[in-house]
């Protein structure tokens, strides 16, 4: 690469540092809240956003009554007390709870959007960008 090539790539690194600069600055996770609700109330409950205290992971629980799927949940959990089930009481009702962690900003929203993928995007984004300036 040429000097010129590397000034003209020079915006697309800097954006890209700019936009993972505060994932590599923030000591806590921030995930989606939600509390325990039925599956037809979660999908139009809105989502609230929450930081995690330190040594807690983004979850999503879902809790199942014989073979349906009833109820929802999100928020922060600790990592040791992932992937585990437990029984919880709701209006009479004995529910197993499933709780799946993921450890990326917003990771336990509906979308399920590897960071990989957001990562090549932007940087395909950057470079189209550079590229349209150049000419």
Known sequence: LGKQNVLQLLPAAILCFLLLL?????????????????????????????ECPPREVCFKALGRYGNVTALSARGCFPVKSCGKQSDIRLRGTIY????????????????????????????????ITCLHCVN
């Not at 000591?27 to 609230?48: D, H, Q, R, V, W």
């Open 96 to 127: 197993g709870m499933t709780f799946s962690c993921c450890d990326w900003p917003y990771c336990n929203s509906e979308v399920k959007v590897e960071p990989f993928y957001v990562l090549i995007s932007l940087l395909a984004a950057a470079v």
């Open 22 to 50: 505060p994932s590599l600055l923030c000591g806590n996770l921030l995930c989606f809240y939600s509390p325990i609700l039925k599956t037809e109330e979660a999908m139009t409950f809105e989502l609230i956003v929450t």
